[in-house]
């Protein structure tokens, strides 16, 4: 049985595996300690914890000198979004060049959107208001995370693994298109005001009050790091207090969450595609959460007990 056999596009099945490939490792993860101790020392499991893990959760990870080669420093995390603001950006210059110029989006990107979804794109059609606002939201979001990268975090010697950082590379040139085939594979195409506008308005303020939790978290996580006079005093690891933190380990990653809820909304609530990728974040966000809450639980005795890894009450 192949994905095509289910009425998957190319672009959802993408979405549906990295998804799935996600919960397979946050379970395996989970089922870990229980396994026992020999089989965690082995080569094979150290090499999935260190395609796993990031940052404060990979410091502490017994690793063969030969897989410190693929290292690369998570500082580098801003290059994610500099790409990401670059190409998006790009994209929603295209749709509005598109909408009052009325040109077309180039062949090769119009073919590339055609083997992605299985789709023949219409020549000359507008893409929806709720496309190109979610095209306008992901850029506003890829810039902030990008400033808060540059101006906000405080970094640690902290590393990833390079396939982490390839994937991350591609990941947000895969999101721009994801949005494109949205709009190319959306039920109903009519006009640009056509979507249901209660449902984009709650999309649009859900994104805002996730951005600015999102934010704060940063801030807090900063300040661990920085003296009364804002300059930084210790690269140490400190048990997170204040704002959410109080109810999760990993607000931040709550709100990413939720930011991509609000697209899926400003989107109309009826991307199949989009929901495949707010999926993948769950299972994506699920797993760092608990990698942070496990280290978090494990390094402080005192570490408050009613605090869950992500989700409030949840999980």
């Known amino acids: 049985m192949t994905w095509s056999s289910l009425g998957l596009s190319l672009i959802d099945s993408c979405w549906l595996f990295l998804a799935l490939c996600f919960l397979v490792a946050f379970s395996v993860h989970k089922a870990s300690a229980q396994l026992p101790r020999e089989y965690r020392k082995s080569s094979l499991f150290t090499l999935f914890q260190d395609l ?16 410190r080669v693929f290292d690369v420093p998570k500082r580098w995390f801003w290059h994610f979004y500099a790409i990401s603001v670059c190409w998006n950006v790009f994209l929603l210059l295209l749709s509005f060049n598109l909408i009052y110029q009325l040109q077309s989006y180039p062949p090769w990107l119009t073919g590339m959107l055609e083997i992605l979804t299985g789709v023949p794109s219409s020549f000359g ?18 810039l902030r995370r990008l400033l808060e990268c540059l101006f906000v975090s405080v970094f640690s010697d902290g590393a990833m693994h390079l396939v982490q950082y390839l994937f991350g590379l591609g990941y947000y040139i895969v999101l721009g298109l994801t949005v494109l085939c949205s709009d190319l594979t959306a039920k109903g195409h009519g006009t640009l005001l056509s979507c249901s506008d209660w449902i984009r308005a709650a999309g649009f303020v859900l994104f805002i009050a996730a951005s600015l939790l999102q934010h704060h978290s940063m801030v807090l996580l900063a300040e661990l790091r920085k003296g009364k006079s804002g300059r930084v005093e210790t690269l140490a690891h400190r048990v997170p207090e204040g704002g959410w933190f109080e109810l999760v380990s990993c607000p931040h990653y709550f709100a990413e969450l939720l930011i991509y809820v609000s697209l899926g909304f400003a989107l109309g609530g009826f991307s199949f595609t989009w ?32 605090r869950r890894a992500f989700i409030p009450f949840v999980l």
């Not at 059609?125 to 890829?142: F, I, K, Y």
């Not at 929901?275 to 494990?298: E, K, P, T």
């Open 275 to 306: 929901w495949l990728v707010v999926l993948y974040v769950l299972f994506n966000q699920a797993l760092s959460g608990q990698l942070c809450h496990d280290l978090y639980v494990s390094k402080y005795e005192s570490y408050p007990k009613h």
């Open 52 to 67: 796993i893990r990031y940052g404060k959760t990979k410091q502490n990870l017994h690793r063969a000198e030969w897989l």
């Open 125 to 142: 059609q507008a893409p929806q208001l709720s496309t190109v606002l979610v095209q306008l939201l992901l850029c506003v979001h890829s």
